[in-house]
Nanobody, 123 residues
């Protein structure tokens, strides 16, 4: 069984920064991708970005490009989401996800999800 535990969410003012992270455990991982989705109240899950194992390639959604950066530490099975210049529309629950390989923006393709961490941006 896979466990994903997120930390680092919180309340911040517009223009501020947060750096949530997610640690994976429970099985040996090979060539897996780690990423993030978010869900605002009353909305669908939105893909934020992901980092693949090989070359640590990253892919970010247009809505966060230039402001959010994904990075990972493979030795620690941990993925980070550096969020800068936060806006009220970034307010959501942010979920860590894992898929065996590849990068996709489809939520149903990711078999492993964390419990989520709340990010709230005040105006």
């Amino acid at each position: 069984q896979v466990q994903l535990v997120e930390s680092g969410g919180g309340l911040v003012q517009t223009g501020g920064s947060l750096r949530p992270f997610c640690a994976a455990s429970g099985r040996p991982f090979r060539s897996y991708t780690m990423g993030w989705f978010r869900q605002a109240p009353g909305k669908e899950h939105e893909f934020v970005g992901a980092a693949a194992w090989i070359g640590c390639n990253t892919y970010s959604a247009n809505s966060v490009e230039g402001r959010f950066t994904i990075s990972r530490d493979n030795a620690k099975n941990t993925v980070y989401l550096q969020m800068n210049n936060l806006k009220p529309e970034d307010t959501a629950v942010y979920y860590c996800v894992v898929i065996d390989s590849g990068i996709t923006t489809i939520p149903g393709a990711y078999p492993y999800w964390g419990q989520g961490t709340q990010v709230t941006v005040s105006s």
